[in-house]
């Protein structure tokens, strides 16, 4: 069974922090997707990536960057933190276009 | 511009009762589109794509192109479908889109 593992399931940081989330997949998949989802508005895709160090942005990049230096990896970083960006973080991986998203159990980003 | 609409934040139905969720999309090309789910306490996970043709836990979705719709349908709801329900795209260079999400509740 794929499995896709992200590092914290809960974390709690200050306004201005830099915060890294991770995660890790383990079917050598080749795209890879980091989404906020948040009541109402569903899942939000931030950026995408469908080969080591290739990234895309999504529809709400802003605020974000992220880094994909290993196949199995990829990274959302928040460069300095704001309460707008309190919500949770789901990371997803696939095999290729058009191919089923396996998912991670999220990442519920609070930032005070 | 890809974009996906679920007109309904929660649809609340009884058990035994059929069961539509609706979805609209927009795209200029051809779309490959997805239902996801997530059940209480559980990860998101696939539940249907309309090029499979499937029929899994007794969902079905028929894409009618000239509508741009992806409706999602049971004839008889049992409360274990209990759920959020995501509508999703994937157009191009593999973007996958995912619409607002329709929490369905199903009642005794």
């Known amino acids: 069974d794929v499995k896709v593992t992200q590092s914290s399931r809960y974390l709690v940081k200050r306004t201005g922090e830099k915060v890294f989330l991770e995660c890790v997949q383990d079917?050598?998949?080749?795209?890879m997707f980091w989404y906020r989802q948040d009541p109402g508005l569903g899942l939000r895709l931030i950026y995408f990536?469908?080969?080591?160090?290739?990234?895309e942005k999504g529809d709400i990049p802003e605020g974000y960057s992220v880094s994909r230096e290993k196949k199995e990896r990829f990274s959302l970083i928040l460069e300095s933190a704001s309460t707008n960006q309190t919500s949770m973080y789901l990371c997803?991986?696939?095999?290729?276009?058009?191919?089923?998203?396996?998912f991670g159990s999220g990442t519920q980003l609070s930032v005070l | 511009a890809q974009r996906v609409t679920q007109p309904e934040k929660l649809l609340s139905v009884f058990k035994g009762a059929p069961v539509e969720l609706k979805c609209n999309y927009s795209?200029?090309?051809?779309?490959?589109l997805f239902w996801y789910v997530q059940y209480s306490r559980q990860r998101l996970q696939l539940l249907l794509r309309?090029?499979s043709r499937e029929s899994i836990k007794g969902f079905t979705a028929d894409l009618n192109k000239g509508e741009t719709s992806f409706h999602l349908k049971k004839p008889f709801a049992q409360e274990e479908d209990s759920a959020m329900y995501y509508c999703?795209?994937?157009?191009?260079?593999?973007?996958?889109?995912f619409g607002s999400g329709t929490r369905l509740l199903v009642r005794p």
């Open positions: 990536s469908y080969d080591v160090k290739m990234k």
């Open positions: 795209y200029s090309g051809s779309p490959e």
């Open positions: 079917m050598d998949h080749e795209n």
């Open positions: 309309h090029i």
């Open positions: 999703a795209l994937e157009g191009s260079s593999y973007k996958l889109i």
């Open positions: 997803a991986s696939s095999l290729g276009g058009r191919e089923k998203l396996f």
